[in-house]
């Protein structure tokens, strides 16, 4: 395993996460005596970032994740998320700060290396979105003072949502990690893109987080299964995604993928799942890819790619070809 530096924290990553969310399901609805020994061979193999979140199964991939760490004694760096779920103003500190200590209760733990807030990030406030302001203010505020009180070390967000109100709160600098949507299907967080590109352009995101210092972990790196190049999920894996930051469905993004399959055919990779690892890898403001697993598996297979480095140079240059057939 190799690992990286998470933006200026001060702290390397496994260069492949553990995603403990909704997609795989592994941690939600796998059997408990499944979830510790995949945890425990995840950490065999060198992982030792787990990453969770209070909406994964109601709190149940939190519960799970810290009952089985308790069980092995694990020594890894874990990270969880929170939404906001109030726009009063004087009241989303204490929004924040309730969550985040609901989520340690549930994880068994006194502090959690990394905390970030899920919802999506827009100009104005509405429903589910925070805006900048929000995020920069109270919310950041509260992270503080969990910090300050000994129950966070680092913070971040999940970088979706409106690209100009994301690149405000990246470009301020106050943030440590974001999660990054970057994929074959949508590579806009990492890669110059169309302007008749018809799918979310976040603007090479991760160019500006690393010249932040913020790490960036990617997330949806198979697009919720659609770059698997299988037609049928496994059975603990959810049975039906919404895509986050891609195509309008889940079958237009498998129709997508089935661009890349000269990465496999011509010998660039195995199979599109590793093309897809390596894809993100090659990318270096990248400090992990996590990806959600649903058996023992996938998760040794993701080691595996990952261990055979970037995809070469002539595969990476004819990606835009590609990327150029994605319009309306």
């Given at each position: 395993?190799?690992?990286?530096p998470?933006?200026?924290?001060?702290?390397?990553?496994?260069?492949?996460?553990?995603?403990?969310?909704?997609?795989?399901?592994?941690?939600?609805?796998?059997?408990?005596?499944?979830?510790?020994?995949?945890?425990?061979?995840?950490?065999?193999?060198?992982?030792?970032?787990?990453?969770?979140?209070?909406?994964?199964?109601?709190?149940?991939?939190?519960?799970?994740?810290?009952?089985?760490?308790?069980?092995?004694?694990?020594?890894?760096?874990?990270?969880?998320?929170?939404?906001?779920?109030?726009?009063?103003?004087?009241?989303?500190?204490?929004?924040?700060?309730a969550?985040?200590?609901?989520?340690?209760?549930?994880?068994?733990?006194?502090?959690?290396?990394?905390?970030?807030?899920?919802?999506h990030?827009?100009?104005?406030?509405?429903?589910?979105?925070?805006?900048?302001e929000?995020?920069?203010?109270?919310?950041?505020?509260?992270?503080?003072?969990?910090?300050?009180?000994?129950?966070?070390?680092?913070?971040?967000?999940?970088?979706?949502g409106?690209?100009?109100?994301?690149?405000?709160?990246?470009?301020?600098?106050?943030?440590?990690?974001?999660?990054?949507?970057y994929?074959?299907?949508?590579?806009?967080a990492?890669?110059?893109?169309?302007?008749?590109?018809?799918?979310?352009?976040?603007?090479?995101q991760?160019e500006?987080?690393?010249?932040?210092?913020?790490?960036?972990?990617?997330?949806?790196?198979?697009?919720?299964?659609?770059?698997?190049?299988?037609?049928?999920?496994?059975?603990?894996a959810?049975?039906?995604?919404?895509?986050?930051?891609?195509?309008?469905?889940y079958?237009?993004?498998?129709?997508?993928?089935?661009?890349?399959?000269?990465?496999?055919?011509?010998?660039?990779?195995?199979?599109?799942?590793?093309?897809?690892?390596?894809?993100?890898?090659?990318?270096?403001?990248?400090?992990?890819?996590?990806?959600?697993?649903?058996?023992?598996?996938?998760?040794?297979?993701?080691?595996?790619?990952?261990?055979?480095?970037?995809?070469?140079?002539?595969?990476?240059?004819r990606?835009?070809?590609?990327?150029?057939?994605?319009?309306?």
């Open positions: 395993m190799d690992y990286r998470l933006g200026s924290a001060g702290i390397s990553v496994s260069e492949i996460g553990f995603g403990c969310g909704n997609v795989g399901g592994l941690m939600i609805r796998g059997e408990h005596r499944d979830q510790v020994n995949a945890v425990a061979r995840a950490m065999e193999l060198g992982i030792n970032y787990f990453d969770t979140a209070s909406s994964y199964g109601d709190g149940q991939s939190e519960t799970n994740l810290g009952r089985v760490l308790n069980e092995l004694s694990a020594d890894v760096y874990v990270g969880t998320k929170f939404r906001v779920t109030t726009h009063e103003p004087g009241r989303i500190r204490g929004n924040v700060i969550a985040v200590e609901e989520s340690l209760t549930r994880m068994q733990r006194e502090q959690v290396d990394l905390i970030q807030m899920h919802n990030v827009a100009s104005v406030a509405d429903g589910g979105s925070v805006s900048p929000e995020t920069l203010g109270e919310v950041v505020d509260a992270l503080r003072d969990l910090r300050d009180q000994g129950k966070v070390r680092f913070w971040g967000m999940t970088a979706v409106e690209t100009a109100a994301l690149h405000r709160v990246i470009d301020s600098g106050t943030l440590n990690t974001i999660q990054s949507v994929n074959l299907v949508n590579p806009s990492g890669a110059s893109v169309p302007a008749t590109f018809d799918m979310p352009d976040y603007g090479n991760i500006r987080a690393s010249a932040n210092g913020m790490g960036v972990l990617v997330i949806r790196v198979l697009a919720a299964g659609a770059l698997s190049g299988e037609p049928t999920r496994h059975p603990v959810v049975p039906t995604v919404a895509p986050i930051g891609s195509g309008r469905d079958d237009q993004d498998q129709s997508r993928a089935e661009g890349f399959r000269f990465l496999q055919q011509e010998g660039h990779a195995g199979s599109l799942v590793e093309a897809s690892l390596r894809f993100a890898l090659t990318n270096p403001g990248v400090s992990s890819v996590l990806v959600g697993y649903s058996s023992l598996e996938h998760l040794e297979q993701s080691v595996e790619f990952a261990a055979r480095g970037p995809l070469p140079a002539d595969a990476m240059a990606l835009p070809e590609v990327w150029a057939g994605f319009t309306g």
